[in-house]
């Protein structure tokens, strides 16, 4: 099975890793000894000859100390109890960063945000049967799922399956192992507004992937 790839938009992965590194004044060989990435990658990363697959991503935020917002170019600010930050993210047809897997692919919506208390995310399952999943996704935090096109079918491992329709939602500890599942023969679309972060979930989908049956 080939790594689940990672595609960012609209900001390409090369003028965001080119930036984050000069930003944090470090040399490909700096960046290479901190996230175990080899030079010859990110060399040709920053030269747009190569994208990056989803566990490389992470290595790279995890070791640069970044989540996936700040590698898009928003350094965290710090915000103060009680005081309005001003912050604000539009998300136009075609926005978000999307990372593709096999089981799913999800566009994450306000990317370009850092430090937000929770994930907005369109998740678009690929799986017609939970027997496509080696194990349960699992990740801190709480979730809330809305279908938007098609039915979907959720697996969690301390109740039966059950299947939401278009217009129907679910909102679930994400701590209990779950699973999206596309109901039917039809697309299936649904909008997931996930606590965390981005390469919190992104980490999780990847060890799920990774277990045995």
Same mark, same amino acid.
């Given at each position: ?45 920053? !030269? ?5 697959? $989803?566990? +490389?991503?992470?290595? =790279?935020?995890? /070791?640069?100390?970044?989540? %996936? ?81 098609? !039915? ?5 491992? $301390?109740? +039966?399956?059950?299947? =939401?329709?278009? /217009?129907?939602?679910?909102? %679930? ?41």
């Amino acid at each position: 099975m080939g790594q689940p790839s990672v595609k960012l938009d609209p900001v390409k992965l090369d003028e965001a890793l080119r930036a984050l590194r000069r930003r944090l004044g470090l040399t490909m060989a700096e960046v290479s000894q901190r996230t175990g990435v080899a030079v010859s990658t990110l060399s040709k990363v920053e !030269a747009g000859k190569m994208s990056l697959t $989803y566990d +490389k991503l992470t290595q =790279l935020c995890r /070791g640069l100390g970044v989540d %996936l917002a700040e590698l898009l170019g928003n350094p965290v600010r710090p915000v103060d109890e009680g005081s309005a930050t001003g912050r604000r993210s539009i998300n136009r047809l075609g926005d978000g960063a999307i990372v593709r897997t096999e089981h799913y692919d999800h566009c994450y919506l306000s990317a370009d945000v850092s430090g937000k208390a929770f994930v907005p995310l369109l998740v678009e399952p690929q799986a017609r049967s939970f027997d496509a999943f080696p194990d349960f996704v699992r990740h801190a935090g709480e979730e809330f799922v809305y279908v938007l096109e098609g !039915a979907l079918e959720i697996h969690t491992e $301390y109740y +039966k399956p059950v299947v =939401l329709q278009t /217009g129907e939602s679910m909102w %679930l500890d994400s701590q209990m192992g779950h699973a999206y599942v596309a109901h039917g023969e039809g697309r299936c679309r649904v909008l997931a507004v996930c606590s965390g972060t981005e390469t919190e979930l992104i980490d999780a989908l990847h060890a799920a992937g990774r277990k045995s049956p």
